[in-house]
């Protein structure tokens, strides 16, 4: 059992260069988020999904896509990267809410990208 | 919209010490759930303590446990016989309990925890 899985766990990118952090997760749970994590920001919502081809937005999503084609995968793309996107990046999924469930989420690793 | 706030960006304990992480939150939800998040230099976010807005007793997980005051909106995180091995950030957050948003975890900004030996 993975967990959740996140690839690259670093990355250096040029100003204006695309690139794809890729997040998979074996446990089938419905839902799947990314966040960044600023020093003194604490962790901020990028995008978020509540199941397959089902995504929308989170606190800070300009300069990010995001598709949900799977249950397992949600991939998050940088169009066109800037320096403001330094940042750690996690992945994050839940199962559904629900008395008795388990109601936190489990991380990825982390990416650590670089916009140079 | 919640907001989670972390007013001690930084604490220090002398190991085998006890120590008290603060957290306040605001909503107008009656239903929620709260965690404290633990991410060692390693940047692993580890799930600490969780707590149901709907119990009233307050959650213990071995040496770690909560003080949560719902009227005060009040979360704090209580880390006894402190070891070295707790030095890390601690994030504290929330996630209500109804509606399509139910998923989302909203983040303070932290607290830098050091133990001294």
């Known amino acids: 059992n993975a967990g959740v899985t996140q690839t690259p766990k670093f990355q250096v990118l040029k100003t204006g260069q695309s690139m794809t952090l890729q997040c998979a997760q074996d446990?089938?749970?419905?839902?799947m988020s990314w966040y960044r994590q600023d020093p003194g920001m604490g962790l901020r919502l990028i995008h978020y999904?509540?199941?397959?081809?089902?995504?929308d937005q989170g606190e800070v999503p300009n300069g990010y896509n995001v598709s949900r084609s799977t249950t397992e995968d949600f991939p998050l793309r940088l169009l066109s990267a800037a320096p403001s996107q330094t940042s750690v990046y996690f992945c994050?999924?839940?199962?559904?809410?629900?008395?008795?469930?388990?109601?936190?989420?489990?991380f990825g690793s982390g990416t650590r990208l670089t916009v140079v | 919209a919640q907001t989670v706030t972390q007013s001690q960006p930084e604490m220090s304990v002398q190991e085998a010490e006890t120590v008290t992480l603060s957290c306040t939150y605001d909503t107008s939800e009656s239903d929620y759930y709260l965690f404290w998040y633990k991410q060692p230099p390693s940047r692993q976010m580890i799930l600490v303590i969780r707590q149901e807005a709907y119990k009233q007793q307050n959650a213990t997980e071995n040496r770690f446990s909560v003080n949560f005051q719902k009227a005060a909106k009040s979360f704090s995180l209580k880390i006894s016989d402190s070891q070295l091995g707790d030095a890390a950030m601690y994030f504290c957050a929330y996630r209500r309990d109804s509606g399509g948003s139910n998923y989302k975890l909203t983040f303070g900004k932290g607290t830098l925890l050091t133990v001294n030996p």
């Open positions: 999904s509540v199941g397959a081809g089902i995504t």
């Open positions: 994050a999924s839940s199962i559904s809410t629900g008395r008795g469930s388990n109601y936190g989420y489990t």
């Open positions: 446990m089938n749970h419905e839902y």
